[in-house]
Each structure stands twice: as structure tokens, then as C-alpha cells.
């Protein structure tokens, strides 16, 4: 699939050791981060094809639509790449919660207090 | 480094296959999903340290405070973790542009018009 990414996509994933390379989602409307997840070059034809969200799940080691199992999916707006090929940023429509906690976003946990309680 | 982050911040990092976890540095004012980068459980805690954005550059293999060279710096406004311990958000000041091409984000290319035309 990667011989046909880069022929329909042009582009060619550097992929890190374990075969993947890190997808950021972010609310297309809010800007906020969602969460990040980790693709391989067929799942990012899948996601660019479908504009489903379309992950690898290192854990279960299989593709995964997000909110295919919640119903939280995600709607994908547009899709950019970074300047190394090595990392994807997803804008989307999501529905409900990004994160499996029912958080809007997997990011709710600061850790800034505690080092400003440091410093 | 790891015991030092675990009772003065209570987080343990889950670091992938290489070590590291990702960084996403976005823009605090804006929302603009700024770059990439990688972090340990050190470069983490000099993050929220020193509250300059500090990674663990792969290709270098060395820590990496990110503007030292170019001036480029990103003044950290606040620091999250994500639900898993897997990734980190950072939201910075950053000074100047954070591509090392110049431009003010790395993910410039846009791959999703070529998507819509395969649709």
C-alpha cells in the first residue's frame, strides 16, 4: 500500500521503529487537540479515502475506525503532513467524546500546576 | 529521572518501543498545531522546569531546547498529559517560526485535496 500512497498521494511516510508514525487529532472548529493515534501508510489512505478517522491500534494490532465501536467517529476535514513525512494532523468534526474516559479530549489532565508549585 | 517525575508530578511516563513519548507543541494564542517532537521523562522535566519546550531529538540523539540555535524558542504556557500517559500537549509563545523550513507550522502540506480528487 505504501507503493500506492505515494503514487495516489505523492507522499511517503517515514515511519518510526515501529512501523507507524503519530496522527494528532484536532476539532476542526474549536482547534482543540483531541488526542493522538498511529497510522501506517494504509491507514492513512483508508482515513483520506473513507474521511473516517482511520487509526492503527498498537494495542489490539488491527485498524481501527474511531467510533465504530462508540459512535464517537470522526469526521475528517483535512489532512496535512509535516515537513519530516513523519507525523499527520487530522482537523475533524468529532462526534462526542474524543477520549475512551468520555472527556472531550484525551488531554485533561495538566501537569503545569505542579510545576509551577515547583519553580 | 523517572522516580524524580513520579513524586514531584505524579505521572509516569508510558514510553513507547524507542523510549519516548510525543510532544505536540500548539500555538497557546491561536490554536495552531505547531509540530512534533519526542520527549523523555527528563526532557519533561525540564520542560516544565524551565518552561522552555525541551525534547529528545532522534536524529541528534541529545536533548534539544527547541530555539537554542535558530531562536526560535517556545516560552510554555501550560503542559498536559494525555489519558494513557502516552503523549504530551504543550501550549507555548512560540517566537518566530516553528518549522525548521521557515514556515510558522510544519504541517503545511495539505494531502486532503488530493484525496477529494480520488473521491
Redesign the interface.
Known sequence: MIADMES????ELKL???GLV?A?A?DAT????L??AWMDAEA?ERT??T?RATYWSRSRGEYWVKGETSGHTQE?????????ND?I?LKVNQTGAA???G?RT???????G??GE??
Open positions: 495516489t498521494f505523492d507522499v518510526g521503529r515501529d503519530p494528532v484536532q474549536s482547534g482543540e487537540v488526542m493522538l492513512l483520506l479515502t474521511r475528517v476535514v483535512s489532512v496535512a503532513i509535516d515537513c519530516d507525523t494532523l477520549c475512551h474516559t472527556n484525551c488531554f485533561f489532565t495538566e501537569l503545569t505542579a510545576a515547583q519553580a
